[in-house]
């Protein structure tokens, strides 16, 4: 017992001097954002006389003439989208030639380097342990399958099936392969089920995220594990499992090789999904034929009409108690994006699949001012609702003459794929419903950035004293090593 006890406060010792290490890491990181900060503002106190205001202003200026120049440009037709065609290419130019002309260009050089320092370190010293939100549920070890059923689309990804030859290793590693037709629909969820009752003890997918739910609903159904294979075009749920995306033929190492992990699976009216259902103009779009082949043309020649000038058509939608009335566009997902801005780093990534809870992101531009506050103040904007859910409902909406819809159908991409229907849609997740297995050999998922939280990065830097004090040796009943002792 004697000896068990010396080796756990070892043990502890040892964490508690990491832990010290760790924790002077953020005070010095903490230090160095805020002094860089104060450098930033100092250079343009310092700078009023040879117009440090004015590189504030006019950067801001700019920003905003930007944004409304891609508001007239993706809002509107004729002159008014030529002009804020102008406007994106030339606010920019104009800014930068109004520094370099006035001889201000070195200030706006050391004020925007400083702050970079000062976000760079900011972000590094909350990423410290006892900083971080807490993370995902780690992996646990998985048995082999022995009857695993993988379905592969051929078509999927520019054709990776074949270029990665995943048919012949899938099937070296003893997995039954299905072959989709690309010459003809298949129906997915009754292939699966076929493949459940044939004694399968494993589904998995080679395909696009749309393929990769339908399949995955079929599992979570009979509580049999999910192989996802990174086939598909973007992968964003393989990449939010850590997985690998440049190599698809690694995910099939799982078969040998794998962990399960526990996530959770969306539904929107009862229909599964893994990363996103969007409502909007965005869904309106997607249901053109055209959009297929021409995406950002399809887009950018749709949302004129769309849109109207902030004047089209709009959702109202309520998220838990939270009314979210005149929406252009609602985004719902299979737990919440890291950053709702894409401009800001470990946006279009979750941080954990199996946070019991859906990510909603709604927008509201009524015009061009409302489109340059949503730029130049992001997430703070009243154009932009961001907020976690356990159950989302949108309604029909309101017309673009404020006048209530009749509860009718509602345009929705589910995964990327167009569908139509009836409204109210309801968006619920199934907590921890999905068994995924994965390669224990994986990339991983990268953590992303905490929230940039200065009052937090103050209290790192100058902490109290008794923030400092080691942690209290635990008694005999708190140790679970000296329990059984």
Same mark, same amino acid.
């Not at 001097?17 to 760790?22: F, I, K, T």
């Not at 609602?330 to 941080?351: C, E, K, W």
């Given at each position: 017992?004697?000896?068990?006890?010396?080796?756990?406060?070892?043990?502890?010792?040892?964490?508690?001097?990491?832990?010290?290490?760790?924790?002077?890491?953020?005070?010095?990181?903490?230090?160095?954002?805020?002094?860089?900060?104060?450098?930033?503002?100092?250079?343009?106190?310092?700078?009023? %006389?040879?117009?440090?205001?004015?590189?504030?202003?006019?950067? #801001?200026?700019?920003? @905003?003439?930007?944004?409304?120049?891609?508001?007239? @440009?993706?809002?509107?037709?004729?002159?008014?989208?030529?002009?804020?065609?102008?406007?994106?290419?030339?606010?920019?130019?104009?800014?930068?030639?109004?520094?370099?002309?006035?001889?201000?260009?070195?200030?706006?050089?050391?004020?925007?380097?400083?702050?970079? $320092?000062?976000?760079?370190?900011?972000?590094?010293?909350?990423?410290?342990?006892?900083?971080?939100?807490?993370?995902? /549920?780690? @992996?646990?070890?998985?048995?082999?399958?022995?009857?695993?059923?993988?379905?592969?689309?051929?078509?999927?990804?520019?054709?990776?099936?074949?270029?990665?030859?995943?048919?012949?290793?899938?099937?070296?590693?003893?997995?039954?392969?299905?072959? #989709?037709?690309?010459?003809?629909?298949?129906?997915?969820?009754?292939?699966?089920?076929?493949?459940?009752?044939?004694?399968?003890?494993?589904?998995?997918?080679?395909?696009?995220?749309?393929?990769?739910?339908?399949?995955?609903?079929?599992?979570?159904?009979?509580?049999?594990?999910?192989?996802?294979?990174?086939?598909?075009?973007?992968?964003?749920? /393989?990449?939010?499992?850590?997985?690998?995306?440049?190599?698809?033929?690694?995910?099939?190492?799982?078969?040998?090789?794998?962990?399960?992990?526990?996530?959770?699976?969306?539904?929107?009216?009862?229909?599964?999904?893994?990363?996103?259902?969007?409502?909007?103009?965005?869904?309106?779009?997607?249901? +053109?034929?055209?959009?297929? !082949?021409?995406?950002?043309?399809?887009?950018?020649?749709?949302?004129?009409?769309?849109?109207?000038?902030?004047?089209?058509? +709009? #959702?109202?939608?309520?998220?838990?108690?939270?009314?979210?009335?005149?929406?252009?566009? =609602?985004?719902?997902?299979?737990?919440?994006?890291?950053? *709702?801005?894409?401009?800001? @780093?470990?946006?279009?990534?979750?941080?954990?699949?199996?946070?019991?809870?859906?990510?909603?992101?709604?927008?509201?531009?009524?015009?061009?001012?409302?489109?340059?506050?949503?730029?130049?103040?992001?997430?703070?904007?009243?154009?932009?609702?961001?907020?976690?859910?356990?159950?989302?409902?949108?309604?029909?909406?309101?017309?673009? &003459?404020?006048?209530?819809?009749?509860?009718?159908?509602?345009?929705?991409?589910? !995964?990327?794929?167009?569908?139509?229907?009836? &409204?109210?849609?309801?968006?619920?997740?199934?907590?921890?419903?999905?068994?995924?297995?994965?390669? +224990?050999?994986?990339?991983?998922?990268?953590?992303? *950035?905490?929230?940039? !939280?200065?009052?937090? =990065? $103050?209290?790192?830097?100058?902490?109290?004293?008794?923030?400092?004090?080691?942690? *209290?040796?635990?008694?005999? %009943?708190?140790?679970?090593?000296?329990?059984?002792?």
């Amino acid at each position: 017992m004697n000896g068990v006890a010396r080796w756990w406060d070892d043990e502890r010792a040892v964490g508690r001097a990491g832990a010290a290490r760790s924790a002077g890491t953020a005070r010095d990181l903490a230090r160095w954002a805020l002094g860089a900060a104060g450098g930033a503002v100092l250079v343009l106190l310092l700078a009023l %006389s040879g117009g440090g205001l004015l590189v504030l202003v006019s950067g #801001l200026v700019g920003l @905003a003439a930007g944004a409304v120049g891609l508001w007239w @440009a993706v809002a509107h037709r004729g002159p008014l989208r030529v002009l804020g065609a102008v406007l994106v290419v030339g606010a920019p130019i104009g800014v930068l030639v109004l520094y370099v002309v006035g001889g201000l260009w070195l200030f706006a050089l050391a004020a925007l380097a400083l702050w970079s $320092v000062a976000l760079g370190c900011a972000r590094e010293a909350l990423r410290r342990p006892g900083e971080a939100v807490a993370g995902p /549920a780690p @992996a646990v070890p998985a048995a082999r399958p022995v009857q695993p059923v993988l379905i592969m689309n051929p078509k999927s990804g520019g054709g990776k099936v074949g270029r990665f030859g995943l048919v012949d290793k899938a099937e070296r590693l003893g997995a039954r392969v299905v072959l #989709l037709d690309p010459a003809a629909p298949a129906d997915v969820d009754a292939l699966a089920r076929k493949a459940v009752a044939e004694g399968a003890d494993l589904l998995g997918v080679a395909g696009g995220d749309g393929t990769q739910a339908l399949v995955a609903a079929v599992a979570a159904e009979h509580d049999l594990p999910f192989l996802v294979i990174s086939a598909g075009t973007r992968n964003h749920f /393989a990449m939010d499992l850590g997985l690998d995306r440049d190599d698809p033929a690694a995910c099939l190492e799982a078969l040998t090789d794998g962990e399960e992990l526990r996530v959770d699976l969306g539904t929107v009216a009862g229909r599964p999904f893994v990363n996103t259902v969007s409502f909007g103009v965005y869904a309106d779009v997607v249901q +053109r034929p055209e959009y297929r !082949d021409a995406k950002a043309e399809t887009a950018f020649d749709a949302l004129p009409d769309l849109l109207q000038g902030g004047q089209g058509d +709009r #959702l109202d939608a309520t998220a838990d108690d939270t009314r979210l009335p005149g929406q252009q566009a =609602i985004l719902v997902s299979n737990n919440p994006y890291a950053a *709702p801005d894409p401009l800001t @780093a470990g946006a279009g990534h979750r941080s954990r699949l199996d946070g019991g809870r859906l990510g909603v992101i709604g927008i509201r531009v009524d015009g061009a001012a409302h489109a340059a506050d949503l730029v130049v103040r992001g997430t703070q904007s009243a154009a932009l609702n961001v907020l976690t859910a356990l159950r989302v409902e949108v309604h029909g909406g309101v017309t673009n &003459t404020g006048v209530p819809k009749e509860e009718g159908t509602v345009a929705v991409a589910v !995964d990327g794929e167009a569908l139509v229907l009836p &409204t109210p849609v309801v968006c619920v997740l199934r907590p921890r419903a999905l068994r995924v297995l994965v390669p +224990r050999a994986r990339p991983g998922v990268v953590p992303p *950035p905490p929230p940039l !939280d200065w009052r937090r =990065i $103050v209290r790192l830097a100058f902490p109290d004293h008794h923030a400092s004090l080691p942690t *209290p040796r635990p008694e005999p %009943s708190e140790d679970p090593y000296r329990s059984g002792a």
